[in-house]
């Protein structure tokens, strides 16, 4: 990875991310960052390679652009956090906290890319699509690619199940916007937003998952209702 890689994204790579990216490379994460998969407001995902010429994905939380009163919001909803206060210290513990709900997630069976390693605001993980020609891209969106609606919907639908009940998370921010297809099978990403099932507002945001993905599928010729769906998430 180039001092000059760094000098092209400035605005991404200030030195608390920098310095994060190079333990990383230096415990043999990574051997370096190749190409951008996704510019986001509060967060960038690049393919990289390891030292074995495999390649990953890392998302950078980027200290400056992150709504950091949103972030405190959900932060207060995980007991395994407290209050915090600092700018850096509140992005680094937005990202551990992602990077274990992915942990849970990835252990309990359900399909999520599988967690690597987690250095302050960087995240290395599973990298969802063509991992090895020359130019990686990514898989699509089930808003752009779902071929088969009813198998999709059964598949993924079994998955929040898994999350809500063996990983005791809600996703909170799930949509046809973060599932991604992989060979036909649903893949969920972006758990920053999860939340303990316990928590206070679990409900509601399970609630809200489910409308948009009912919502979603209603639109592809399936026949769902919400009770249902999550009375199916729930019961034993």
């Known amino acids: 990875?180039?001092?000059?890689?760094?000098?092209t994204y400035?605005?991404?790579?200030?030195?608390?991310t920098i310095n994060a990216l190079w333990e990383l490379i230096t415990q043999k994460k990574l051997e370096g960052l190749e190409s951008p998969i996704k510019i986001g407001k509060e967060s960038n995902v690049f393919s990289a390679l390891t030292k074995y010429n495999e390649r990953v994905a890392v998302k950078v939380y980027r200290l400056n652009s992150v709504d950091f009163f949103q972030?405190?919001?959900?932060?207060?909803?995980?007991?395994k956090f407290r209050p915090i206060k600092q700018r850096v210290r509140i992005v680094?513990?937005?990202a551990k906290r992602e990077f274990f709900n992915i942990k849970k997630a990835y252990e309990a069976g359900v399909s999520v890319p599988q967690p690597i390693a987690i250095k302050n605001n960087v995240l290395i993980i599973e990298f969802i699509g063509t991992k090895f020609p020359e130019?990686?891209?990514?898989?699509?969106k089930i808003k752009?690619?779902?071929?088969?609606?009813?198998?999709?919907?059964n598949l993924l639908i079994k998955d929040i199940k898994k999350l809500y009940q063996k990983a005791k998370l809600v996703h909170g921010d799930l949509s046809e916007f973060n599932i991604l297809e992989r060979g036909g099978v649903?893949?969920?990403?972006?758990?920053?937003?999860?939340i303990p099932s316990d928590a206070p507002s679990a409900d509601e945001l399970l609630k809200r998952d489910v409308e948009k993905i009912v919502k979603f599928f209603n639109k592809k010729g399936l026949k769902l209702n919400v009770p249902d769906v999550l009375h199916y998430i729930k019961k034993a």
């Not at 400035?10 to 608390?16: A, G, Q, T, V």
């Not at 972030?71 to 007991?79: A, G, R, T, V």
């Open 1 to 7: 990875m180039s001092e000059e890689l760094f000098k």
């Open 10 to 16: 400035k605005d991404i790579f200030d030195r608390f």
């Open 71 to 79: 972030m405190s919001k959900y932060l207060e909803m995980d007991p």
């Open 92 to 94: 680094a513990a937005w």
């Open 135 to 140: 130019h990686p891209t990514d898989f699509p």
């Open 144 to 153: 752009d690619s779902c071929a088969d609606p009813e198998e999709m919907y």
């Open 186 to 194: 649903p893949v969920i990403i972006d758990l920053s937003h999860s």
